[in-house]
């Protein structure tokens, strides 16, 4: 009302019915609910029956038990709209109650007065409360996020959490790209003074045998990175510059060449988060690794083993209170998706920095919470070492018999068609074997056999494998459906799949170990 009284239009959101007294010239009620509503004066009296002076009088007569406001009994709202229009007020009402030719009403008012009068108190919204605020300092400059992060992780509101923590976008950082063999030169100086970096080679592939390298970032500091981009937006790579625009970057070749040193020193310690995929990709590109030092990765895994993965995302976000960008952020996904190695050494600036810049804070922060729980000394004679040797063995590969593989897909072929047929035999009818809703229709409208469990969602009688075992006991087609479900997976999840899965230039599958 004082904002109001200097010429400010005033809304009120509000889904309390007790604030459409105060509504006036110049002061509004918006109700947010569906399609939200404002309430003036004219919309109070439509709504509510009376005038905005007047809700306070029928609030007192009906009471509001959510708010323990007794009110008068026997009086609901549309009485206490009667009433007070006719009266006028509440107290020409409780003046007249005598007069009133309603028993029910002249006898509740005449008892209750004292009742009615205290709760039109209570549900009196005061105005006259002494306070001297500056309305400018009323004036919304937006929601602080540290604070609303600071909130929000303390009480664990984890959805809120992800939406208010720090990203790229919001701190302040040093993130530079390293585009010429002189500046890769210094940057390699520096890494070798500073004895100990954070890296990560930026790939165009999630697979490490088939992957090329997009880049290679560094970190010696928090929130500073260096990003050497090697083989982004090259002719025929779908990048969003014409071949003739390539952004400047370092040759491919001549700079691994340069880092091959830094690299293969053991006495550099060398800091990541999958250091694993590192180490293969650098392999396969002539280049080894050494001086692995910690691999907050496997740092992640060793404090909380129960989760289902460590990716450097959730890790982050669990460890540092920051929102790191993910793949799918910055290239796309689906159908729009595109590959990193297809965007510009600028667009990809901030991903390729922070693998390398989170991988350094996460490792400073987890190595403590390691000798805090008594892991430092699996992690180190365990974990740290066996890394490398999961590689070779990635690396390496399993070499398939894929003629082996082919005969025996024709006989399982072979098998699936005559347990088919004998299938059909028993049912009576052809149908789909790999819909349940088909099978259940078989097995529990037709044939009648015992519907022993119920879906979680549809509520239909499940056909899933502890069912069909138990009906198999009491009837052949179950156990044929069995025998032919194990059949058709080993085909087409391992016979058939296998071959796909072998590498074009090594002819063997390379399958990735987590530790």
Not at 93 to 118: C, F, I, N, V
Not at 167 to 190: M, R
Not at 242 to 265: C, K, M
Not at 445 to 455: G, I, N, R
């Amino acid at each position: 009302t004082r904002a109001s009284e200097k010429g400010f239009d005033v809304a009120i959101v509000s889904i309390d019915k007790d604030f459409f007294q105060l509504v006036h010239n110049g002061v509004r009620v918006y109700d947010p609910r569906e399609d939200g509503a404002w309430f003036d004066e004219a919309a109070v009296q439509e709504k509510f029956g009376v005038q905005p002076s007047r809700v306070v009088d029928v609030l007192a007569l009906v009471g509001d038990t959510s708010d323990n406001v007794a009110g008068v009994p026997g009086v609901g709202k549309k009485g206490a709209v009667d009433l007070i229009t006719t009266f006028g007020s509440l107290d020409a009402l409780l003046a007249g109650a005598s007069d009133l030719t309603q028993r029910k009403y002249r006898e509740a008012l005449l008892a209750h007065r004292e009742d009615a009068l205290r709760s039109r108190a209570l549900v009196t919204i005061r105005c006259d409360v002494p306070i001297d605020v500056d309305v400018e300092t009323l004036r919304y400059r937006g929601a602080s996020r540290e604070r609303c992060f600071e909130l929000f992780s303390r009480l664990a509101f984890r959805t809120l959490v992800d939406e208010y923590a720090p990203t790229a976008d919001t701190i302040q950082k040093d993130y530079g790209l390293v585009v010429s063999l002189p500046e890769l030169d210094a940057l390699i100086s520096g890494l070798r003074t500073a004895g100990e970096f954070a890296m990560r080679v930026v790939t165009d592939d999630p697979s490490a045998m088939r992957a090329g390298i997009a880049g290679v970032a560094f970190s010696t500091a928090d929130r500073q990175a260096r990003y050497i981009p090697l083989g982004h937006g090259r002719p025929g790579g779908g990048d969003l510059l014409s071949a003739d625009t390539v952004s400047p970057q370092v040759d491919r070749r001549a700079a691994l060449e340069r880092l091959r040193p830094l690299f293969e020193d053991s006495s550099v310690r060398k800091v990541g988060h999958d250091l694993k995929a590192d180490l293969i990709v650098l392999r396969n590109h002539g280049v080894d690794l050494a001086g692995l030092a910690f691999d907050s990765m496997l740092a992640s895994y060793l404090l909380d083993a129960t989760r289902p993965g460590h990716p450097l995302e959730p890790t982050s976000l669990e460890h540092l209170g920051y929102k790191a960008l993910t793949e799918d952020d910055v290239c796309g996904r689906g159908a729009k998706g595109v590959p990193l190695s297809s965007l510009t050494p600028e667009a990809s600036l901030n991903f390729a920095g922070e693998r390398a810049d989170l991988a350094r804070q996460l490792s400073n922060r987890l190595a403590p919470l390691l000798v805090a729980d008594s892991l430092d000394q699996v992690f180190r004679e365990m974990e740290m070492p066996l890394l490398p040797v999961l590689a070779d063995i990635e690396r390496a590969g399993i070499l398939i018999d894929g003629p082996a593989l082919a005969t025996q897909s024709r006989h399982i072929e072979q098998e699936l068609a005559r347990y088919t047929e004998r299938i059909y035999a028993l049912a009576g009818q052809e149908f789909n074997i790999n819909s349940p809703k088909q099978l259940g229709e078989i097995l529990f409208d037709k044939m009648q056999l015992p519907a022993l469990k119920k879906t979680g969602k549809t509520r239909s009688a499940s056909t899933a494998f502890e069912v069909l075992e138990e009906l198999a006991l009491v009837h052949e087609l179950p156990r044929l459906i069995l025998e032919w479900r194990g059949l058709h997976k080993l085909k087409s999840t391992y016979i058939d799949a296998l071959p796909q899965l072998v590498h074009p230039v090594t002819g063997r599958v390379h399958t990735s170990f987590n530790q």
